[in-house]
């Protein structure tokens, strides 16, 4: 999925879906706060993540269902939430501690680099050892991003995030906008800018009520996320004040803020506003990494089937991805581990592509007939595999530093948002992201 987008990053792609859910706290915790997670000869393993996955019994690939049957000694349990940023958080304190943890962990992309730090490396499985996963069937960067300085490979890949654009064919045809999915792609085709001057001419003639975007914040992360320069420099260092990535989708980002040209929504907002505004068509536009297709199927319901089309972005980028790691203080390390290889294999890969849309991160399988010949009923039978991987071919991924999720949620969550909800001058936003980067962050 994504990006937590803090998701799914994934993140950071983060939606309240309905999944199995464990309690009410962030994370499960596992056996290491004294509760062996057995019962008759039971092993219960539990799965914390956020956002939409693709695993589930209820509305994803029924994976943890078909895992249980064809091992009887294993019950699985998941854990879902919604703020990507909560649960990296909460997932920090409870690794310092070494319990309340589930047995396997998702990690937004956004959040890696951290993961693999000196500071963390340790406290996870090494799982090109542990568990019984090829990497030689990963994308060779995406391994890369999950590698500790010695050589662990603390990750295994979910999905990637290739963008498009999704919108409301219903909407655009009463805004006098096109609504074939080659001539919306070519209002924007190249350039950002462009998707401005459509939204300008949305605006002109929108419906009573609606808006052409959703979320200055969801903007800013599109467009930084098509940039090959983001939050960190060549080395890996936070150099976000000087990122030519960042300034163009601040400026980009404010622009449609102040323009109008946004319902003023945060993503993923716990009050489900944002989920809210799907369902009563109140923007036309958002921007989708591939996992957001899942949230929109979701969220805006069997109502508003066939309403919702995919075009190509103006430029092609990757927001968001995810990766499931195994802590070492779990009680069932080696079940959690081979649990974690199973649900990230090509073939388990493909049938979450073929339910959720997430694209995935096996070479094999993002090549295969399976996931090109791929359509979307819900958005009209959409050529998703085609979309999707056309735009994954040109992804160019970006250097992260350990800081780029929280300096993301810095600057949409206390910078744009505060522009566009509360009309803050955007220099003085500005400054108060630096003040809030210079006081949390220890570089």
């Not at 004040?241 to 622009?255: F, I, L, M, R």
């Not at 075009?311 to 990766?323: I, M, Q, T």
């Not at 010949?373 to 999707?388: N, S, T, W």
């Amino acid at each position: 999925m994504r990006t937590s987008s803090s998701r799914r990053g994934r993140r950071t792609a983060i939606a309240a879906v309905a999944v199995t859910v464990t309690g009410t706290t962030l994370l499960t915790g596992c056996g290491s706060d004294g509760d062996d997670a057995k019962s008759g000869g039971t092993i219960t393993l539990r799965v914390g993540t956020f956002g939409s996955f693709g695993y589930d019994d209820k509305t994803g690939a029924k994976l943890y269902a078909e895992y249980e049957k064809t091992h009887p000694g294993i019950k699985i349990e998941e854990s879902n939430v919604a703020d990507g940023q909560k649960y990296w958080d909460t997932l920090k304190l409870r690794l310092s501690r070494n319990s309340g943890l589930a047995d396997v962990q998702a990690i937004e992309v956004g959040y890696i680099a951290e993961a693999t730090g000196s500071t963390m490396a340790d406290k996870w499985v090494d799982l090109g050892k542990e568990g019984g996963a090829k990497l030689d069937a990963f994308l060779d960067w995406k391994v890369k991003q999950a590698t500790t300085a010695d050589g662990s490979v603390i990750g295994l890949g979910t999905d990637i995030g290739p963008m498009a654009v999704c919108y409301n064919k219903d909407l655009f045809a009463k805004a006098g906008l096109p609504t074939d999915r080659e001539a919306v792609g070519k209002l924007w085709e190249g350039d950002w800018s462009k998707f401005l001057e459509a939204g300008k001419t949305y605006q002109k003639k929108a419906p009573a009520g609606t808006a052409f975007h959703d979320s200055a914040s969801g903007l800013f992360n599109a467009v930084v996320s098509s940039d090959p320069v983001q939050y960190a420099d060549a080395s890996g260092k936070l150099d976000w004040e000087n990122s030519p990535g960042v300034k163009k989708a601040w400026d980009t980002a404010v622009a449609a803020a102040r323009g109008g040209l946004t319902a003023k929504l945060r993503q993923f907002d716990e009050k489900g506003t944002w989920n809210a505004a799907f369902k009563n068509s109140k923007f036309a536009t958002v921007a989708c990494p591939s996992w957001m297709t899942g949230i929109i199927k979701d969220q805006a319901g069997p109502a508003n089937q066939g309403k919702w089309d995919i075009a190509a972005p103006p430029v092609a980028g990757n927001w968001g991805g995810a990766f499931l790691a195994v802590p070492k203080s779990g009680k069932h390390v080696k079940e959690a581990a081979e649990l974690a290889a199973w649900l990230t294999a090509p073939e388990q890969h493909a049938k979450v592509f073929a339910v959720n849309g997430n694209i995935p991160s096996s070479k094999d399988t993002l090549t295969s007939v399976a996931v090109q010949e791929a359509k979307l009923p819900y958005f009209g039978d959409a050529p998703v595999g085609k979309i999707f991987s056309g735009a994954a071919v040109k992804i160019t991924p970006a250097s992260i530093s350990r800081w780029d999720g929280q300096v993301k949620t810095f600057l949409t969550d206390n910078g744009i948002l505060d522009i566009e909800q509360r009309g803050t001058d955007p220099a003085k936003a500005w400054e108060n992201v630096k003040k809030l980067v210079d006081d949390k962050i220890d570089q």
